[in-house]
């Protein structure tokens, strides 16, 4: 199971783009990148997933180098509201395969967009 | 289309005692996974469900159960509360196939438990 190394907290200011990068040095094939957002007391809500190059939605794109050891979330602009822990997933669901997916997240990036 | 549900919202229980948490995954999916969050920590994988039957398992003793419905509605059971139990409980669905594919998992609120 690949593990993700992020830095624990990052801090900016509203209307600037902010990056996240997440580590992830023993990636396997068929491993995917998922990124998640959790405000507190609340549940974490999916952000985007990607498998290599760029992958971007409504809300974020998320970058990954060709050999996929990290990847880099991209906010752009962010607000206030953006004040948030983020974290990175690597894994796939096994099912086919008899095995199962366990998903381990770690302690995340704490995100603080100052006024 | 409803979004994961869980119930109750706050909970508080003395040590040694049982409690249930349930939850009601989103429409259409067909797995669903239990997390423990404690203040300040990343959410802990506790176990997961697929078609009733458990597919996987973190690190949690024997006393962290669980059940699935037809309906792929849920249920968290712990045992023997320990005051070490406190935290959020988290509930996701996800629909998984029968093949290689990717777990986009869509949470609930969770549960808060306090256990004294």
């Known amino acids: 199971l690949a593990k993700t190394t992020q830095p624990i907290s990052m801090d900016s200011y509203e209307g600037q783009e902010v990056n996240i990068t997440c580590s992830h040095n023993n990636i396997a094939t068929n491993d995917y990148i998922t990124w998640y957002q959790q405000f507190p007391s609340q549940g974490p809500r999916f952000i985007i997933q990607?498998?290599?190059t760029k992958v971007t939605n409504e809300v974020a794109s998320l970058f990954i180098p060709a050999d996929r050891k990290s990847s880099t979330l991209s906010l752009p602009r962010v607000s206030l509201s953006d004040t948030a822990v983020y974290y990175c997933l690597v894994g796939e669901s096994q099912l086919g395969s008899g095995g199962s997916y366990i998903p381990t997240f770690g302690r995340g990036t704490s995100l603080i967009v100052h006024p | 289309e409803t979004g994961v549900t869980q119930s109750p919202t706050h909970l508080i229980k003395t040590r040694g005692q049982q409690v249930t948490l349930r939850c009601s995954s989103q429409s259409g999916h067909n797995t669903v996974s239990w997390y423990q969050q404690a203040l300040g920590q990343g959410p802990q994988f506790i176990f997961q469900?697929?078609?009733?039957?458990?597919?996987g398992r973190g690190n949690f003793p024997p006393r962290f159960s669980g059940l699935q419905f037809p309906n792929y509605s849920s249920e968290l059971n712990v045992n023997a509360l320990e005051l070490d139990d406190s935290a959020l409980y988290l509930c996701a669905s996800s629909l998984l196939r029968e093949i290689l594919s990717t777990d986009t998992q869509y949470f609930g609120p969770g549960t808060r438990l306090t256990v004294l």
């Open positions: 990607g498998y290599k």
């Open positions: 469900y697929y078609r009733e039957e458990e597919n």
